[in-house]
């Protein structure tokens, strides 16, 4: 009991054990996403012993991926949870700690992927597999960091499901074979789940919802096919694995400053916009990839699309959070990585199929680009809308009453004509009573 008290706090602390939960994260990322994108090495490997084609190769990848991002299945009882928790224990510098976090997974790369090679070459792909396995028991020690810590807009969910439970019970003493009984306690027993997932319905996250199943599509297939496609422009295995670790090591930048950058004052209320840049930037470096047949040339491109993967990664939690709130925060981030898994079980392969069908990776690599360009623009469609929304409520509120004043908050607008003419006639009482007492 007393262990359960000292990890409650009013606010989100903003440091503390909060950086501990951190650096549980930021090791959670090296062992989930980190290990996932490094499949791709074994690409070559897997098509040469089993001889498939890119099409059916590339389903071992897309398995690994969606069952990661699956909520309850596969690494997502450890990803998930991990990056909700850090959501809990920062507001202020909410960014940055997520681009501490999210950093595991460029570190892991830009660590793994030599070492993955080397590990191939000295004890074959299933003595590599066996190897990674191991590694990945580390996630036992940093769920042992994983404190909970209750915040002040959550302290009133126990209570009402206790009253909940007690009426219930009352009630089915009562009266157990009542229609209106058997309504109550279903609703009392979904009322908590439904006020979980309330957000579900609001439109802002339906948007970001569709917005993400497209963005998942086009990110998912470069970290299969990077290092095929450099190989089939004549760059070697270590110089393709060393592509994969540049990725790695840019993508840690983009993390981090991009998380302190967002975190300052001057962009704190831009983060959405840095958002939308993000993920439309890697949809241009995408339709830019075709071109680049070369070392020289794809280093460039790395760098690039590594640095804004980092970014919009980082800020993927944080406009979540902004759309639902911190104490949906949690089950929200659920559903964003449920969706992730549909578009990462089935991009891989359609891409391979394209690649087995038109002989390049043209087609493959453009359609994956313009995916993730749409994802961005549909998000900036959808802001640009609700802004004009907004601006039109006010603009309507002043020419009716000039009494009447808007706030807007998302489509919830509070008028405070009544408490004006209430003010009103209490002024005139408080005159009349002063002339009669003269």
């Not at 590694?135 to 302290?155: Q, S």
């Not at 290092?227 to 422009?233: E, F, T």
């Not at 958002?275 to 760098?303: I, T």
């Not at 800020?315 to 902004?322: G, K, W």
Request: charged share 10%; glycine share 8%.
């Amino acid at each position: 009991m007393a262990k359960v008290n000292r990890a409650r706090s009013t606010s989100p602390p903003d440091g503390g054990w909060g950086w501990m939960i951190v650096a549980g994260c930021f090791l959670v990322t090296i062992c989930t996403r980190a290990v996932t994108r490094c499949i791709s090495i074994f690409f070559v490997e897997f098509q040469t012993y089993f001889s498939q084609d890119y099409a059916q190769t590339a389903w071992i990848h897309s398995i690994v991926d969606c069952v990661t991002m699956l909520c309850g299945l596969g690494f997502a009882l450890c990803y998930s949870p991990a990056i909700a928790m850090v959501g809990k224990y920062f507001s202020r510098r909410k960014a940055l700690a997520y681009g501490i976090s999210m950093s595991g997974s460029g570190i892991g790369i830009f660590i793994l992927a030599p070492v993955v090679q080397l590990l191939i070459e000295q004890f074959s792909w299933r003595g590599a597999l066996l190897i990674l396995g191991g590694f990945v028991l580390n996630l036992c020690v940093c769920g042992a960091l994983m404190r909970p810590i209750t915040l002040k807009e959550d302290r009133s969910t126990p209570e009402q499901n206790h009253v909940c439970r007690t009426q219930t019970q009352d009630l089915k003493q009562g009266s157990p074979c009542s229609t209106w009984t058997k309504k109550w306690v279903h609703t009392c027993l979904c009322g908590s789940l439904q006020q979980e997932y309330s957000f579900l319905l609001m439109s802002d996250f339906v948007v970001l919802a569709i917005s993400v199943l497209f963005m998942a599509y086009g990110c998912s297939p470069l970290f299969v096919y990077l290092v095929p496609y450099a190989l089939s422009v004549g760059v070697s295995h270590q110089q393709a694995a060393f592509l994969m670790s540049i990725l790695g090591v840019i993508d840690i930048i983009g993390n981090i400053t991009f998380g302190w950058l967002t975190d300052r004052r001057c962009l704190k209320n831009y983060q959405y916009v840095c958002y939308l840049f993000a993920v439309g930037l890697d949809g241009l470096c995408y339709l830019c990839l075709p071109m680049l047949q070369s070392l020289p040339l794809l280093v460039p491109f790395a760098c690039t699309f590594g640095y804004f993967d980092g970014a919009y990664v980082t800020l993927i939690p944080v406009v979540t959070a902004e759309i639902v709130g911190t104490t949906s925060l949690s089950s929200a981030l659920g559903v964003v990585y449920f969706l992730h898994a549909v578009p990462y079980l089935v991009s891989p392969p359609i891409a391979g199929w394209l690649v087995d069908t038109t002989g390049s990776y043209t087609a493959a690599f453009l359609l994956c680009g313009f995916s993730m360009i749409f994802s961005s623009v549909l998000l900036a469609f959808a802001r640009l809308m609700k802004k004009m929304k907004k601006t039109q409520l006010r603009f309507l509120a002043k020419e009716s009453d000039p009494k009447l004043q808007l706030w807007t908050n998302g489509s919830v607008a509070y008028s405070v004509t009544r408490e004006l003419d209430q003010r009103d006639g209490e002024s005139v009482a408080i005159a009349m009573l002063g002339s009669n007492l003269t």
